[in-house]
Structure formats: C-alpha cells, structure tokens
C-alpha cells in the first residue's frame, strides 16, 4: 500500500474515532480501557498525541521514565487524558485532521496500527462494535510482525501460524490460529480480547 493511501486510512480511522468519542457520556471517558490502567481518556488523548509529537518532549519524557519507553507512554497518556476535558480532547482530533506528522523514529504505518488498535481498546469495554478495515489492518499487522519493539510478536507468537478468513494473509509456523484481520491485529499486538472469537489449534497457546 503506498503512503498516501495509508495516510488516507489514516485520516478516515482518526475522524471516525472522534465521532465515536464525541457521543461518549462522562462516565464512558472514565471507563477502563482494554489497556491494563489506561481510561478510555487516555487512550483517546494519546492516540491524537501522534501528530504532536516532537524530539525534544520526548527525550524529555524518556528521562522522567528513566529510559523506560512503555512508562513514558503510560505517564504521558495518562498525564494527558487528566489535563485536558473530553471536548478539548475531540477538538485535537478535528485540530489535527489530515496532519501528516508522525513521531521521531516512526514509519506512516505506526500510526495507521495505533488507531486502528486504540479504537477497540475503547470501544470493546463500551461494547460498541467497530468493524477495522481489512487492507488497513494489513498493513498494520505487517508492521508489527516486522517491528521488534514493543510488541515482540515474533517471540510471542512462536509456534502459532496466524490465518486471516477473510482475506490472503498469514504470518508464522506452528499451530494454526484463524480468524478475521481486525482480530488477529488485535493478537499481534499482544492483546487476547479477541481470543475468544479465534479458532484452530494454536488458540490455546494464545493465553
């Protein structure tokens, strides 16, 4: 897929999940989240975190962190999700509407498997059904499966081979895992809220 088109799903994921976030009642903003102690404030503030980003903020964060990426990620999403109210929130999402910057040290794809995974991190909890592109979902999870850090989908899924049902994809070897693209994103990315809607052998290796 080339970058423009990325871009596009981009745009079109983010301005669907402001949709979604705009209609949410105070109590479903503090709703906990797929993400082990993140709200669903949280997550929405740092998925729109992206275009924002620049270096210095970050290496900034990294040293609070003492070096920990995944704490400073935590501590800055949580950070944000309190400072700022749900409309201010939304307002960055319409604010930052077809920005085409994407954190320091990042591909186009990076931000294309953030919203595509964040959005279900916050619709599951709520119970809200949100289908996830097929293509876009692609290429997401090929940028997982490629990337070492953080997800380490390789050494996880060790054993397992992923078989999407509903279009010609598949990752690994070993006992096979199927289902649909949006829910083997979800795998990839080390969550299992969507094992249960798996099938095949390798499901129980999944937990």
Same mark, same amino acid.
């Given at each position: 897929?080339?970058?423009?088109?990325?871009? /596009?799903?981009?745009?079109?994921?983010?301005?669907?999940?402001?949709?979604?976030?705009? *209609?949410?009642?105070?109590?479903?903003?503090?709703?906990?989240?797929?993400?082990?102690?993140?709200?669903?404030r949280?997550?929405?503030?740092?998925?729109?975190?992206?275009p924002?980003? #620049?270096?210095?903020?970050v290496?900034?964060?990294?040293?609070?962190?003492?070096?920990?990426?995944?704490?400073?990620v935590?501590?800055?999403?949580?950070?944000?999700?309190?400072?700022y109210?749900?409309?201010?929130?939304?307002?960055?999402?319409?604010?930052?509407?077809?920005?085409?910057? /994407?954190?320091?040290?990042t591909?186009?794809a990076?931000?294309l498997?953030?919203?595509?995974? /964040?959005?279900?991190?916050?619709?599951?909890?709520?119970?809200? #059904?949100?289908?996830?592109?097929v293509?876009a979902?692609?290429?997401?999870?090929?940028?997982?499966?490629?990337?070492?850090?953080?997800?380490?989908?390789?050494k #996880?899924?060790?054993?397992?081979r992923?078989?999407?049902?509903?279009?010609?994809?598949?990752? *690994?070897?070993g006992?096979?895992?199927r289902?649909?693209?949006?829910?083997?994103?979800?795998?990839?990315?080390?969550?299992?809220?969507?094992?249960?809607?798996?099938? *095949?052998?390798?499901?129980?290796?999944?937990?």
């Amino acid at each position: 897929m080339d970058t423009e088109t990325i871009w /596009h799903h981009i745009d079109a994921e983010r301005a669907s999940l402001a949709d979604l976030l705009s *209609g949410l009642t105070i109590e479903q903003w503090d709703t906990p989240s797929v993400c082990p102690g993140w709200r669903v404030r949280d997550v929405a503030a740092h998925v729109i975190s992206s275009p924002q980003a #620049r270096v210095w903020p970050v290496v900034r964060g990294l040293a609070r962190a003492r070096g920990d990426f995944n704490r400073m990620v935590y501590e800055e999403a949580r950070r944000a999700g309190s400072q700022y109210a749900p409309a201010e929130i939304v307002a960055q999402y319409r604010e930052y509407a077809g920005s085409r910057r /994407h954190p320091p040290g990042t591909t186009t794809a990076d931000p294309l498997l953030d919203v595509l995974i /964040h959005t279900q991190d916050i619709a599951r909890p709520l119970g809200i #059904r949100r289908d996830v592109p097929v293509n876009a979902a692609m290429v997401a999870a090929e940028r997982i499966w490629t990337k070492a850090f953080p997800f380490k989908a390789r050494k #996880r899924l060790a054993g397992v081979r992923l078989v999407a049902t509903d279009c010609a994809w598949s990752v *690994g070897e070993g006992a096979e895992v199927r289902g649909v693209m949006g829910d083997l994103l979800l795998v990839l990315s080390g969550r299992t809220v969507s094992v249960p809607e798996l099938t *095949g052998r390798g499901v129980d290796r999944l937990s």
